[in-house]
């Protein structure tokens, strides 16, 4: 299994433009979540969904920021405009809720610098 | 007060000793624990989970859950300079993780 894709890996930007990031998860896996790490903060997580469906986004900062998940393998991430304060490690990781533990696995991450 | 809780850290144990990694949780309700790792510059990676009270072995690690007293534990024994990272404490309730601010441990040659 490739286990969970991200990209870009690194993304450099001016304050004020789009920012898209993107995430495939585990095939199979019904959980999706995007986190934002940073030392400030450390690992918070932004929103989650299940079955493609957004279940708790209440960690998202502002009205900036918007997910969304168009099918089983595939979301994406946007903040529109982007701000130095959004400079971060943004990760997409994937669960399977088979009556387990819901362990979650983890992309590499898209580390963004707003400047 | 947080919702996970972990030692401050750091924590610096040299090679062959054992290290004790701690976190306390607040949501009663918590159905799964998880410990991460973190190298710098990596994402977490899952290195043991637990969900029924007691203790779990996997190789040098152990999981230790305590759910009347809402802690968790990672013993790491024979430390090595490998083991050096951020561990990261996770708990699940319903497919939502909370996740610790982390300890970081050295492992001195």
């Known amino acids: 299994d490739a286990g969970v894709i991200q990209s870009p890996r690194h993304e450099v930007t001016e304050m004020g433009q789009e920012v898209t990031l993107r995430c495939k998860p585990i095939s199979g896996h019904d959980y999706l979540f995007w986190y934002r790490q940073t030392m400030m903060r450390g690992l918070e997580l932004l929103i989650y969904?299940?079955?493609?469906?957004?279940?708790?986004d209440s960690g998202m900062p502002e009205d900036r920021f918007s997910a969304k998940m168009p099918n089983a393998s595939f979301s994406t991430l946007k903040i529109q405009p982007s701000e130095p304060r959004d400079s971060a490690v943004y990760f997409c990781a994937s669960s399977l809720s088979d009556g387990g533990a819901h362990e979650q696995y983890f992309g590499p991450g898209t580390r963004l610098t707003v400047t | 007060q947080k919702e996970v809780e972990q030692n401050s850290g750091p924590l610096s144990v040299p090679e062959g000793a054992i290290a004790s990694l701690n976190c306390t949780y607040s949501d009663r309700g918590s159905q799964s624990f998880f410990w991460y790792r973190q190298y710098s510059g990596k994402s977490p990676e899952l290195i043991m989970f637990i969900y029924s009270n007691g203790d779990k072995e996997d190789g040098r690690f152990t999981a230790q859950l305590n759910k009347a007293s809402q802690y968790v534990s990672l013993l790491i024994r024979d430390s090595q300079p490998s083991d050096s990272a951020t561990y990261l404490c996770?708990?699940?309730?319903?497919?939502?993780?909370?996740f610790g601010d982390g300890t970081t441990l050295t492992v001195k040659p």
């Open positions: 969904f299940n079955n493609n469906v957004p279940i708790d």
């Open positions: 996770a708990v699940n309730n319903a497919g939502k993780s909370t």
